[in-house]
């Protein structure tokens, strides 16, 4: 009597999992190929671009005007910047600015040597939109 309703029991369990993969494999279907390459692009474009958000005081007065400024790799193109800030955020970038910041000379002691450049973005977004920089802080 105990095999017979074990091997009943089993039989259930292997019925909800036909049925949990039946649901997912309809819920990815919906989803067209299309859309589905667009999200990982931009968030494989996000990894590649941004390198963290610049957090200033300055950056904070930006906050009222919608504005958020972020540290960028050197060689990527205000395209690239809203494809990843759109992608990564979902939100929608209204313009971007771009600042090549130059090297500064530094001494230590004896020794010289200069600080890296660095390249950030002041991206504008659209009224309404936001993105949460400080979660649970």
Do not use: C
């Amino acid at each position: 009597m105990l095999i017979s309703d074990l091997s009943k029991y089993m039989a259930v369990i292997e019925e909800k999992k036909e049925e949990e993969v039946k649901a997912k494999k309809v819920a990815v279907k919906k989803a067209t190929k299309k859309e589905v390459f667009e999200v990982a692009e931009n968030s494989e474009i996000a990894y590649k671009v941004l390198v963290e958000p610049w957090i200033t005081e300055k950056s904070h007065a930006g906050l009222v005007d919608n504005q958020y400024i972020f540290r960028i790799i050197r060689g990527a193109t205000k395209a690239e910047v809203k494809k990843a800030i759109e992608g990564f955020y979902k939100v929608k970038v209204e313009k971007i600015s771009v600042i090549n910041l130059v090297p500064k000379k530094r001494t230590y002691g004896r020794f010289e040597g200069t600080k890296a450049t660095v390249k950030k973005a002041i991206i504008t977004l659209k009224e309404g939109d936001k993105i949460e920089l400080f979660q649970g802080a």
